[in-house]
């Protein structure tokens, strides 16, 4: 049983990622097309679509292992694989509020586990 809870973690883990890595693309899709309907033809978006099915498909495992009051907070760490991306891959600036708030999340992850 443990370690199915500790496997689960793992995956959940893995989706926020999985969900992260997907916005990404979807910014890549958009920023690639001066035109929005455009972007319908960009590699970026179906790239981005797949790995939110897999980030979804993920989440359902997870639910059926650990209780949604404890799954659905914990997604917010895509918002630290996503700052974490838009700082290497797109030259985003860090500020003081955003590394705070990034703080704020951790500390609630580490409360709810």
Do not use: H, R
Not at 71 to 96: C, H, M, N, R
């Amino acid at each position: 049983m443990e370690e199915e809870i500790i496997n689960s973690y793992i995956i959940l883990i893995l989706f926020t990622l999985l969900g992260s890595i997907g916005g990404f693309f979807f910014k890549k899709a958009v920023d690639n097309s001066q035109v929005i309907i455009k972007t319908i033809f960009e590699t970026y978006l179906y790239i981005g679509i797949i790995l939110y099915i897999g980030s979804a498909f993920l989440n359902i495992l997870v639910l059926k292992e650990l209780p949604y009051t404890v799954v659905l907070p914990l997604t917010s760490i895509t918002y630290i694989w996503s700052f974490l991306l838009a700082y290497i891959l797109l030259d985003e600036k860090i500020g003081f509020k955003k590394i705070l708030g990034i703080l704020f999340i951790i500390v609630g992850c580490f409360l709810l586990v």
